[in-house]
């Protein structure tokens, strides 16, 4: 009788080098510019793609057992919290808005960001990158899907939660988060990689993240802290996978470095502006908040990115990004100037949103000694007054949005609180207007792809959001009664107060 012996088991780099360069072909019946036609426009030179080294060498079977293993132990969570009335535990009701505006903001970028990855695992050149991609394409595809069964237990008894695929198209602070990745997936690969697995997800990824999982769990929220954990060690990939990206391309040929740097310029003032509304919601919306928009910065960008990341890169040529120092010296005042907007509008919005109370104001005093008091709070006092003769503060009219950002134009100029800050611009005889310096930059780098934007005050203006009245635009956006306006007495608000009497029956 013949023995055969044991087949050896190949260590993970084998394995992984089987996986990717070993799979890789030279094409026969067409040529590689036109197997991949999209590597080359750009300007980026590639000398040779075998220099692209994965940190983590990730197979397949060992991706989807781990994928697998977490997946249980979220599942697990959340059909505890479900069976227990968990949501009856939370804070309180209006801790939800912040969930409303992830799921509305945040949820629909990780099914785009899984296209686009599947793309690049199409059309990168070298067969490490592709196989780095096509993980992370379905990486964002789990973080979309564990993110709506997280958050859909919440639809069964709270406003706001349902139609935010459809909101996520249409509705005006929307557009924000969408025309940023709009931007990215209609640029070339390497911009993509530049723009979304450096400039947000290496630089940002911890300012938009963090404060969203310490806040659930500071309020209540398992499931929502759950799915955060679930993705993080994802997100530490993803991180990687963006500084591999960017140190690969800069090494590969010195003409890359300005067209690098372009892009970091470009990439990370529009990223930082869309994490506006991350701050808003830190600083305002979360009843048992855990640190502050200003503290967070600090510690996630100023002290980790531009102390400890950036001055690594100077060994490249690559320095801190054009408009650093106007993130910086925003930091006091951004969220205060983001929810101001939000509060006024959200008779239009898909959440709902309040004044802050005198203990939330005493928080806020603390953490921006240098400008609350003397800026905001006064703004706050005089909401209170209208509130107590039984008014309440919404704008009537449309506000002119950024061309670029299209964040209200609501920012001040960095020296000058009490002046808003307003840029103009000219191309094709067209005046086009925009917040800031860092947003004018971007404008007029690329003005014949901005004058295209989607801006949702302008498809009002024209009539395509459903009609003229605010009763039509809401009813296309697909905001309900009860959805939005203010917190204090909507429906969530009595429904929750009704609960923890015991005198409303929950789901109805």
């Known amino acids: 009788m013949t023995q055969t012996a044991p087949r050896r088991k190949l260590p993970l780099k084998e394995r992984y080098a089987l996986l990717t360069r070993d799979l890789d072909w030279d094409p026969s019946y067409v040529t590689k510019e036109q197997l991949f036609p999209y590597t080359s426009y750009e300007g980026i030179k590639v000398h040779d793609w075998d220099g692209w080294e994965d940190p983590f060498r990730l197979t397949v079977d060992a991706y989807y057992k781990y994928q697998a ?227 967070a910065f600090e510690l996630y960008f100023e002290d980790q990115m531009l102390g400890g990341l950036f001055p690594d890169l100077e060994f490249y040529g690559i320095r801190p990004p054009r408009h650093v120092q106007d993130a910086i010296a925003e930091k006091d005042k951004l969220s205060h100037e983001v929810y101001k907007v939000l509060h006024n509008f959200s008779f239009a919005a898909s959440f709902t949103t309040q004044a802050p109370n005198e203990q939330h104001m005493k928080w806020l005093a603390e953490q921006y000694p240098e400008t609350f008091d003397q800026h905001y709070r006064p703004v706050w006092e005089k909401h209170h007054r209208i509130e107590a003769n039984g008014g309440r503060m919404f704008f009537q009219g449309l506000p002119q949005l950024c061309q670029v950002c299209q964040i209200p134009m609501v920012f001040t100029e960095k020296d000058d609180p009490g002046k808003t800050s307003f840029r103009s611009s000219e191309f094709r005889d067209e005046q086009f207007h925009t917040c800031s310096e860092g947003c004018q930059w971007i404008f007029e780098r690329e003005p014949e792809k901005f004058v295209q934007a989607w801006l949702p005050v302008h498809q009002i203006y024209q009539g395509n959001c459903g009609g003229p009245s605010v009763p039509e635009v809401l009813e296309w956006y697909g905001i309900q009664e009860g959805d939005n306006g203010e917190y204090k007495g909507s429906l969530d608000h009595k429904s929750w107060i009704g609960w923890h009497n015991g005198d409303v029956e929950q789901g109805v």
Request: proline share 4%.
């Open 69 to 295: 293993e977490k997946d249980k132990r979220l599942y697990a969570v959340l059909d505890g919290f479900a069976q227990s009335q968990g949501h009856l535990g939370l804070a309180d009701a209006s801790y939800l808005n912040a969930i409303k505006l992830f799921i509305q903001g945040v949820t629909p970028l990780e099914y785009a960001a899984h296209r686009h990855f599947a793309y690049l695992a199409r059309y990168l050149e070298g067969p490490a990158p592709r196989f780095a991609a096509l993980c992370q394409s379905v990486d964002e595809l789990r973080h979309c899907q564990t993110q709506i069964h997280t958050i859909s237990n919440y639809n069964k008894y709270y406003g706001g939660f349902h139609s935010w695929s459809k909101m996520h198209d249409r509705v005006w602070y929307l557009s924000v988060p969408k025309s940023l990745f709009d931007d990215a997936m209609t640029a070339g690969p390497f911009e993509f990689l530049i723009s979304i697995s450096f400039s947000f997800e290496y630089l940002l990824t911890n300012l938009l993240f963090v404060p969203f999982m310490s806040g659930a769990s500071f309020n209540g929220d398992m499931p929502t802290m759950s799915f955060g954990f679930s993705a993080q060690s994802d997100e530490s990939r993803h991180m990687t996978l963006g500084l591999e990206a960017i140190k690969f391309l800069l090494e590969q040929d010195e003409g890359n470095v300005p067209i690098i740097q372009d892009w970091i310029d470009k990439w990370f003032w529009r990223a930082y502006r869309m994490s506006a509304l991350v701050a808003g919601m830190m600083d305002y919306m979360l009843p048992k908040p855990v640190m502050s928009w200003k503290e």
